[in-house]
């Protein structure tokens, strides 16, 4: 039974958006949610995206309310620290034509070898939401991709199907 006194946001914030994966939707999510996954290179502008229930699925660049979320951010003076080298383990599924793109892609980011078909290792000075992106970019709906820095025990995927990405969430911890 919900508090009495609980603090009801879904007037500010009602969770109307949903996303088309696969041909798989997700959702609903509010904007907050929206703006994360756009923040963690999960929301791209290609995105399907559909707005309340009976909404058609647009680029989510075609939706007026998203289209703040993928404008540049102007650039804040910050002192940036020098580039940490991380180990990766890289695990893609896709056609030929992804698997030479993913594998010029890793060549351009840093060292790797390829320890069985479509598994790699790879050191690289570039964070695990960059090397997300570059692959969300890159095999876009021809593929799929999970990525594990050996380094800092952090998880990332993209393309997976059914409640794949529901159960990494819950399954994956990290000890720090």
Known sequence: MPEKNALDLSSIDPPVWRVMVDGVVYGPYTMGQMRSFREEGRLLEASQVAQDDGGAFLPAQSHPELMALFQARPQQPIETPEPELANYLVSI????????????????????????????????????????????????????????????????????????????????????
């Open 93 to 176: 599924q896709t056609n030929a034509d992804g698997r030479r793109a993913a594998i010029s892609l890793l060549n351009e980011v840093g060292r790797f070898s390829e320890l069985m078909p479509g598994c790699f290792i790879l050191h690289t000075e570039i964070s695990i939401v960059e090397l997300r992106a570059q692959f969300a970019t890159l095999l876009a709906e021809r593929g799929r991709c999970v990525i594990v820095n050996a380094t800092s025990g952090q998880l990332a995927w993209m393309g997976l199907t059914g409640d794949a990405d529901t159960h990494a969430k819950l399954i994956w911890k990290r000890d720090n």
